[in-house]
T-cell receptor, first 109, second 114 residues
Framework: AQSVAQPEDQVNVAEGNPLTVKCTYS??????LFWYVQYPNRGLQFLLK??????LVKGSYGFEAEFNKSQTSFHLKKPSALVSDSALYFC???????FGAGTRLTVKP | DAGVIQSPRHEVTEMGQEVTLRCKPI?????LFWYRQTMMRGLELLIY????????DSGMPEDRFSAKMPNASFSTLKIQPSEPRDSAVYFC????????????FGSGTQLSVL
């Protein structure tokens, strides 16, 4: 079975600081991994994906994610957080597009 | 394109009533997914279709839930009879499987069962 796990329910960072939202995966074969963001009262929006190629994937709104095969991780990162980045973040694995539990990111001014 | 369209946006009903949620995927997309989101259980995959055929319905909670996709442009999720624990936000999403496999979500239906 293919699955992802987000070990942190909540991440708090100060504006301007780097942020990391963690995701680990369990996949047989090559993983197709995704990150999505959900703002209040909205559906999820695509941020970025890893299919193959470079381990560092760049996406929307200045986010990037690093695929690490040895650690089976796909952590979402941003060098400098904005208050407007505060939202729910979900990672997902292709095949049936099941999502992790989600991580609530709060960026404080 | 107008994106994935869900209706109604909000639904309030009484326990025991039948509820039907509707979804129109993006034209040309061949996959359609139904999700349920609650604070307690997060975002759960209920069922997904490929070319109008249900592929995996293992997430459907129980027999009270049913989903159909009679054609490529329309899907329904029905709950009969509804119960208070069904209260949640239900999302529909679609994607084109042959390309970059990016999911597009609708705005969701907020269901409240009293």
């Amino acid at each position: 079975a293919q699955s992802v796990a987000q070990p942190e329910d909540q991440v708090n960072v100060a504006e301007g600081n780097p942020l990391t939202v963690k995701c680990t995966y369990s996949v047989s074969g090559n993983p197709y991994l995704f990150w999505y963001v959900q703002y209040p009262n909205r559906g999820l929006q695509f941020l970025l994906k890893y299919i193959t190629g470079d381990n560092l994937v760049k996406g929307s709104y200045g986010f990037e994610a690093e695929f690490n095969k040895s650690q089976t991780s796909f952590h979402l990162k941003k060098p400098s957080a904005l208050v407007s980045d505060s939202a729910l973040y979900f990672c997902a694995v292709r095949h049936d597009m099941r999502f992790g539990a989600g991580t609530r990111l709060t960026v404080k001014p | 394109d107008a994106g994935v369209i869900q209706s109604p946006r909000h639904e309030v009903t009484e326990m025991g009533q039948e509820v039907t949620l509707r979804c129109k995927p993006i034209s040309g997309h061949d996959y359609l997914f139904w999700y349920r989101q609650t604070m307690m259980r997060g975002l759960e995959l209920l069922i997904y279709f490929n070319n109008n055929v249900p592929i995996d319905d293992s997430g459907m909670p129980e027999d009270r839930f049913s989903a159909k996709m009679p054609n490529a442009s329309f899907s329904t999720l029905k709950i009969q009879p509804s119960e208070p624990r069904d209260s949640a936000v239900y999302f529909c999403a679609s994607l084109l499987g042959s390309t970059n496999e990016k999911l597009f979500f609708g705005s969701g239906t907020q269901l409240s069962v009293l």
